[in-house]
């Protein structure tokens, strides 16, 4: 594998106005990273403990999943306090060393901004439900129940909308009689963006903040803050009495406006920040619009579309395995659009998606040959695109769904929200735990696996979700000086991204390799050029370039290989082994 320890530096990325472009995030979900105190839950000074792992594997930037004061309705996406430190996570004395120490070794920390809805516990909201004359009633999206029907009784909702954690979006208020707008769990209440006093609150806690010292936002459904203010019935889904709202809350019709708004009072006279949206929903063209730099709204988006490629037609949890091709074909429509303005978020995983080693990969082979092979293929092809890749916990060890084999091994509100809908739909339990096998987000947030003592050193406790079994053979010490595991190869893909400024400023390009298992893609900036050619198959492929293409590459170097011992003389027309990536400059 190369490249060789003399080039593969950590080396950060530059300070300048776009220094975001050639960094690496790495997403830390601190319920599952490191627990300091045995308690079974990871915390902060546990994250502390770990910054020597996050410092060798080179990365810039680390994003933290909500740590404020919340209920823990949806682990922490319900907040409370904005401005305060759940106590299972630590203090705000434990944030302020964690940002110092990221600090001093070069990194910064991007908060997780979730300002679209707020828990029914934080002080807003029960101001709010207080009366219907309280000063902040109008702060959240209150309405009676529909004409004629009385509060609490079926199809009384004000309408018709389907919550993203299944059954209607509405709560019933028995103290007012009204109902609130929840577009997730119900104990997370959607606040009114209509109300300027909402807005200046929220702009108000992110300058807080920045003041501390935070490097920017990762922005969660930050295009579902604008909703049509009469929030509308939709078309409803086939046979079924809710609807998909989305057309009336995704990409509303002030979202725009808003940002740029947060953008002025927030942003504007601050260096050295990253301001990424999560954008379910999102298309190329208005990708382009939150992204280009002339509109100042955010640096970059999460699109959802490659996410969504294996998800069946009516629920993610009725999955499909993808077609060759399919996922590349995808990952190039949206290189293609952000081409001339704009900027991508390259990921596979998060919080919110299983283990991409099993979902794109193959781990089926007992975690031999293909695991590996389909880790680092799948990482060459995600990390020398255009455009700011993202590192998931776990991700960097190829870490894989888990085995869960009962409902009760899950903890996630939306898996057990499916599980029981699913089963008063008429799917029997095998059916119902077979969806969640495959697509459910706690097979992204099973612990870390540290090493191979008791919880993969994860915890003294008992953890608050299973440790992965296969922790006897996946983790952090297993690889930490084996030249070939996946953990060296992440450590020297983001040393190619450093070291090199045509992956972060350079042209993309697909190319037709003959096969639509092999994603090539060539990067080009001046005179340097790269090729990239991965086989995204579990077969032996070979790649049938046109005659220009093979010339321009006979002569290249191979810069990096995920097949130890394929360093070799290069030859972009050898066959390609299963899971085969090759990088090569000229």
Do not use: C
């Not at 996570?89 to 707020?118: E, Y």
């Not at 309280?134 to 209150?142: A, C, L, M, Q, V």
């Not at 100042?296 to 037609?313: A, I, N, S």
């Not at 900036?525 to 220009?548: H, K």
């Amino acid at each position: 594998m190369a490249p060789t320890d003399s080039t593969a530096d950590t080396t950060s990325a530059s300070t300048g106005p776009d220094w975001w472009k050639s960094a690496v995030v790495y997403q830390i979900y601190p319920r599952s990273f490191q627990d300091s105190n045995g308690d079974g839950i990871g915390d902060l000074p546990g994250i502390r403990q770990r910054l020597d792992h996050l410092e060798r594997l080179g990365v810039d930037v680390v994003w933290l999943s909500p740590i404020y004061r919340s209920p823990q309705a949806d682990n922490g996406y319900d907040i409370s306090d904005y401005q305060d430190i759940d106590p299972v996570f630590g203090t705000l004395d434990d944030f302020d060393a964690l940002l110092a120490d990221l600090h001093a070794r070069g990194m910064k920390l991007v908060m997780d901004l979730v300002v679209n809805h707020t828990s029914d516990e934080h002080p807003w909201f029960v101001e709010s439900r207080s009366s219907v004359d309280s000063p902040k009633r109008d702060w959240y999206w209150w309405r009676p129940a529909r004409d004629g029907r009385d509060p609490g009784t079926p199809g009384a909702e004000p309408n018709n909308w389907e919550s993203f954690f299944s059954g209607p979006a509405w709560q019933l208020d028995e103290a007012t009689g009204e109902y609130y707008l929840h577009l997730f769990d119900r104990k997370q209440a959607d606040l009114n963006w209509e109300n300027p006093e909402v807005r200046e609150a929220v702009y108000a806690m992110m300058r807080w903040w920045l003041d501390r010292g935070v490097d920017g936002f990762r922005m969660d459904v930050i295009n579902l803050i604008s909703k049509v203010p009469s929030l509308p019935d939709a078309e409803p889904l086939p046979g079924r009495a809710l609807a998909n709202g989305a057309p009336y809350y995704t990409s509303g019709p002030r979202l725009h406006e808003f940002l740029q708004e947060m953008h002025r009072e927030v942003f504007a006279g601050r260096d050295g920040l990253l301001t990424v949206g999560e954008t379910p929903g999102v298309t190329p063209p208005e990708a382009v619009l939150f992204t280009d730099p002339a509109r100042h709204e955010v640096d970059m988006v999460f699109q959802f579309e490659h996410v969504g490629l294996d998800h069946g037609p009516v629920t993610k949890f009725r999955s499909r395995r993808l077609e060759p091709g399919e996922l590349a074909a995808n990952l190039t429509r949206w290189q293609d659009a952000l081409a001339e303005t704009g900027w991508n978020s390259l990921y596979l995983e998060n919080h919110d998606q299983a283990r991409s080693v099993t979902r794109f990969g193959d781990d089926r082979t007992d975690h031999g040959a293909h695991w590996r092979t389909s880790a680092t293929a799948l990482a060459t092809m995600l990390h020398l695109q255009r455009g700011t890749p993202y590192v998931y916990q776990g991700q960097e060890i190829g870490m894989t769904n888990a085995p869960f084999a009962l409902i009760e091994d899950f903890r996630d509100v939306e898996s057990l929200n499916f599980y029981a809908a699913d089963i008063e739909s008429g799917s029997s339990p095998a059916e119902a735990l077979l969806g969640l096998a495959s697509m459910s987000r706690d097979n992204a947030r099973t612990p870390v696996q540290w090493d191979g003592s008791e919880n993969a050193g994860f915890t003294t406790g008992t953890p608050w979700i299973a440790v992965n079994p296969n922790a006897d053979r996946i983790t952090v010490a297993a690889q930490e000086d084996d030249p070939h595991s996946v953990l060296a190869y992440y450590r020297s893909l983001i040393a190619l991204r450093h070291a090199h400024p045509v992956i972060a400023d350079g042209s993309f390009e697909r190319l037709d390799a003959g096969d639509d298992a092999i994603f090539a893609f060539e990067r080009v900036l001046g005179d340097d050029r790269m090729l990239v050619v991965a086989n995204l198959s579990s077969d032996e492929r070979i790649p049938r370039f046109a005659s220009t293409a093979f010339e321009r590459w006979e002569d290249a170097e191979v810069l990096l290989t995920n097949l130890p011992g394929s360093e070799g003389a290069p030859d972009v027309a050898a066959p390609l082994a299963p899971w085969e990536a090759k990088v090569y400059s000229a």
